[in-house]
């Protein structure tokens, strides 16, 4: 029997009483015959023992480094997916009651967390966590060349924070972050003994920005990122608007913007949101369902205070 033979009889979901079809696991209508915990410790030594880890791409920057490490509130651990859409992968951390078909009704209770932005915000939290501790009790009684050492290796955006993390677990209002005393003494060049284990759990406030069943989890202080194309896409419906109020048609419009005639009137739209929506665009704090995309696929009242009242209500 080949190595390659015996792996995927390790990773078939078969025997936790699921089946696989087309890469969604499904619930099958066999008993199971190994408990699922015991299967999914297994896929962990998989991805871990492996020549390239699994979660892992073969250039060995992880595509997924937080695989096995994160959790909700009840100890269900989420899982690594990512979906193509135009060309481009996307990466999520999600919940399994939302992997496996058929979908639940309250599937919205379950977490779909886009995985970069997740990652980002796990790394900015580790280390403004590390920050603060060195300088109080982290490693106790420590010389100062090792603080100002440990202290230079932290800020280092080259640092690799996330794969000091042993445990994530993912509440409403809160992240518990559990950091692994092996790895961080590693990272650092310190003693894993000498590192205090009382610094090694923290928590980290956040708010959520649900969309759908995804959800954007940004910590305390945090802002989304600009939607650079929905602020391109306002200044354009804008010029086109003082292009029409001139007097120009829409055929003279389009040709001048190499666009269709139908796409001057969807870009127009744009100009018709609310200075505050305007304002909260640009300034990153728009609800993150408020997208381009969705605004050309959504009627959008003409009367600001209609406006504000349904991006507050979507």
């Known amino acids: 029997m080949s190595r390659g033979h015996i792996h995927k009889i390790l990773t078939n ?3 936790i009483g699921k089946v696989c079809h087309k890469g969604v696991i499904h619930e099958g209508q066999h008993p199971a015959i190994i408990e699922v915990d015991q299967w999914e410790e297994v896929q962990q030594v998989l991805q871990e023992q492996s020549a390239i880890p699994r979660g892992q791409k073969t250039s060995g920057r992880p595509s997924a480094p937080l695989t096995g490490k994160i959790f909700d509130a009840e100890g269900a651990r989420l899982t690594p997916v990512h979906t193509q859409k135009r060309g481009r992968r996307y990466d999520y951390y999600i919940s399994q009651a939302l992997k496996t078909a058929p979908v639940p009704p309250d599937r919205t209770t379950g977490w779909r967390l886009p995985a970069r932005a997740f990652e980002d915000r796990i790394a900015a939290a580790v280390r403004r966590h590390l920050q603060t501790t060195l300088m109080r009790d982290l490693v ?3 010389e100062v060349k090792l603080i100002a050492d440990a202290t230079s290796v932290i800020a280092d955006a080259g640092t690799d924070l996330l794969s000091m993390i042993e445990r994530v677990v993912v509440g409403a209002g809160r992240l518990a972050l559990t950091l692994s005393r ?3 003494g590693h990272a650092l060049s310190v003693p894993p003994d000498r590192i205090n284990p009382n610094s090694l759990r923290f928590e980290a406030p956040t708010t959520l920005r649900r969309r759908g069943v995804e959800t954007r989890l940004l910590l305390d202080g945090d802002v989304l990122p600009r939607d650079e194309t929905l602020i391109a896409n306002i200044a354009k419906g ?4 003082d292009d029409v109020t001139a007097g120009r048609s829409f055929q003279d419009i389009a040709e001048g913007h190499g666009v269709s005639v139908k796409r001057v009137q969807q870009i ?3 100009a018709f949101l609310s200075p505050h929506s305007v304002r909260q665009i640009i300034e990153g704090r728009q609800p993150s369902f408020l ?6 696929k959504n ?3 003409a009367d600001w205070s209609a406006q504000d009242a349904l991006f507050r209500a979507a």
């Open 182 to 184: 092996k790895d961080l």
């Open 291 to 296: 997208t381009a995309d969705w605004c050309l």
């Open 299 to 301: 009627d959008i009242p």
């Open 268 to 270: 127009l739209e744009f």
């Open 140 to 142: 106790p009684l420590a």
């Open 13 to 15: 979901p078969l025997y």
């Open 238 to 241: 804008h010029a086109m608007l």
